[in-house]
């Protein structure tokens, strides 16, 4: 196997130490865009962005700090042990990508640049492909409808819905007193040709209907 894709023998110069670092950060950037791409919205800070570009290069000095001794490795599994992460994740994703830019790391700090480099683009490529096919057929077609209907049978709400959307079920219906009529929850699925400002203006025309939202949910949403 050529060398550039196993980890070399951890005993650096200062041209090695350099492209460890210099490559770390080109490929922590390369991770960073690509979280920035998937999932930029008020919902994720600048900072957690920076901290993936950080981490993989504080990753990387360790790694060539430590080298092959045993008692610095020892030492850094028992400091490591008493830091408390007190940080909330919001997404899963955060966390994979925090895994991504370890890795990283690691493989730029064992002197396993190729495995680095070519797993990094493998796995953003990866990423960019499903985030691709999410946006495109997945995330924006499930949504959480609600309207308020005078009467209160759901059945002649659910043959309103019908011919609207692809598929949907009833989630919860709700009371709102006499007079006032029923307020229906559905999950609804649009159809690929029909956008939510249709669905919302063609309710909007039916007679007995007021009070119409559409929720995206939020495993579903980016934000």
Known sequence: MPTGLTPQQMSFTFGQIALSLCLSF???????GVYRKMCAGPGHSLSFFITLIVTPMVVCMIMMAIGSNVALSLGLVGALSI??????IKDNRDMAFLFLTIGIGLCCGSGGYGIGLIGTVFVCGILLAI???GKTRL???EYLLVFRQRHSDS???SQLLHGLVSWYRLHGAADLGEHEGCEFTYRVRLGSSVAPETLLAK??????LSHSVLISPES????
Do not use: W
Request: no cysteine.
């Open 26 to 32: 080109a490929l922590a950037y390369l991770a960073a």
């Open 83 to 88: 830091i408390r992460f007190r940080t909330v």
């Open 131 to 133: 985030h691709a096919v």
């Open 139 to 141: 995330v924006a077609s």
């Open 155 to 157: 059945n002649e709400a």
């Open 203 to 208: 309710l909007r025309s039916t007679t007995g």
């Open 220 to 223: 579903q949403l980016a934000i």
